[in-house]
């Protein structure tokens, strides 16, 4: 019997490379891979899929909403030290709420990207 199908990689189209990079590094705290492929950054991940930014393969000022229909959740640790740290460099689309999964938080990324984030543990 075959091994059933698991994710192995999600990346998203950003508009500007540098801007997201630093976003998805600084504020959500990913660590760059030393060599990304042309056009795109990929972060280190301990398990599980591989992450990634690249510049963009379609046309995305002509998409009405990046992303829509596709939910990317992120485990980010306390919530309540994320927003301490964070609260000025963020767009908060859903403020912090309970769910069957635990405390998430949903912010936007520099492109509009909803993003939730979901309390994995104490800080």
């Known amino acids: 019997m075959s091994n059933p199908t698991q994710l192995s990689f999600v990346s998203l189209q950003v508009s500007d490379l540098e801007v997201s990079g630093k976003f998805y590094s600084e504020v959500l705290g990913f660590k760059q891979v030393e060599k990304s492929p ?3 950054i990929v972060f280190e991940q301990k398990s599980g899929a591989a992450f990634a930014i690249r510049k963009p393969m379609i ?3 002509k998409a009405n909403l990046l992303g829509w ?10 919530l309540d030290t994320f927003l301490e740290k964070n609260g000025e460099k963020i767009s908060i689309v859903k403020d912090i709420h309970p769910t069957p999964f ?5 912010i936007a ?3 509009g990207y909803s993003i939730t984030l979901q309390e994995t543990k104490e800080d």
């Not at 229909?69 to 306390?78: E, K, L, T």
């Not at 635990?102 to 949903?106: C, E, T, Y």
């Open 38 to 40: 042309p056009d795109a």
């Open 59 to 61: 046309e995305l000022s």
């Open 69 to 78: 229909g596709v939910a990317v959740w992120f485990g980010i640790g306390n």
């Open 102 to 106: 635990g405390r998430i938080l949903v």
């Open 109 to 111: 990324d520099p492109d």
